[in-house]
């Protein structure tokens, strides 16, 4: 059964940091890309970054861009968000996502299996 | 970046009614490649659709997918009391960010 669990949500006040960590089990963590995708509270859902499946490949929102690190360790089965600079409006829940490989082979950046989310709130 | 657009808002339904999703891209998704997911309170988003119109495993076939190009929809045929909740579609034809719509919140009428 595949799973994902987040963790090392909190409280943290603006210009703080924290690093979540998102640890897979039941597939081959390392074949696959994985994403971390935010919702605000009573929001929609925001892309927030990826990497590809060796940790050579990261691409983040602007939004993030410069203050989150995205990075894996497959040795681990473990993929992390490292956020630093915190600001109120990263308050969110925080989901990891692993994308979908289709019946053809081919690894798309549809979710096909979320963690349950991990909160992140910034406030003082 | 693509900007989608679901409608409506809110719908307000019956169960054994059809449902009846829309969600406009502000431009062409590359390759159709157009997710649908359910997201219930207090849990994870679910994936339905992807490809546009074709279902993730484990989705009851009253769902289903169609569309290309700007214009989506998704439709449940003969709705159930579980199926009533929020659905998003997302984009992830082009580069990121892989943008998804606001959300459609489908409720009990």
């Known amino acids: ?68 690190t995205i990075s894996r360790d497959n040795a681990k089965n473990t993929l992390y968000l490292q956020m630093n600079s915190l600001r109120a409006e990263d308050t969110a829940v925080y989901y990891c996502a ?27 | 970046e ?24 502000s431009q062409s998704v ?4 157009l997710a649908w997911y359910q997201q219930k309170p207090g849990q994870a988003p679910r994936l339905l659709i992807y490809g546009a119109s074709s279902t993730a495993t484990g989705i009851p076939d009253r769902f289903s997918g169609s569309g290309s190009g700007t214009d989506f929809t998704l439709t449940i045929s003969g709705l159930e009391p579980e199926d009533f909740a929020v659905y998003y579609c997302q984009q992830y034809g082009s580069l990121p960010p892989y943008t998804f719509g606001q959300g459609t919140k489908l409720e009990i009428k």
């Open chain 1, 1 to 68: 059964e595949v799973q994902l669990v987040e963790s090392g949500g909190g409280l943290i006040q603006p210009g703080g940091s924290l690093r979540l960590s998102c640890a897979a089990s039941g597939f081959t963590f390392s074949n696959y890309w994985m994403h971390w995708v935010r919702q605000a509270p009573g929001k929609g859902l925001v892309w927030v970054s990826r990497i590809n499946t060796d940790g050579s490949t990261t691409t983040y929102a602007d939004s993030v861009k410069g203050r989150f």
């Open chain 2, 30 to 33: 590359i390759s159709n490649y």
């Open chain 1, 98 to 124: 692993r994308v979908l490989i289709t019946p053809a082979g081919t690894s798309v950046g549809a979710y096909h299996y979320w963690g349950q989310g991990t909160l992140v709130t910034v406030s003082s």
């Open chain 2, 2 to 25: 693509i900007v989608l657009t679901q409608s409506p808002g809110t719908l307000s339904l019956s169960p054994g009614e059809r449902a009846t999703l829309s969600c406009r891209a």
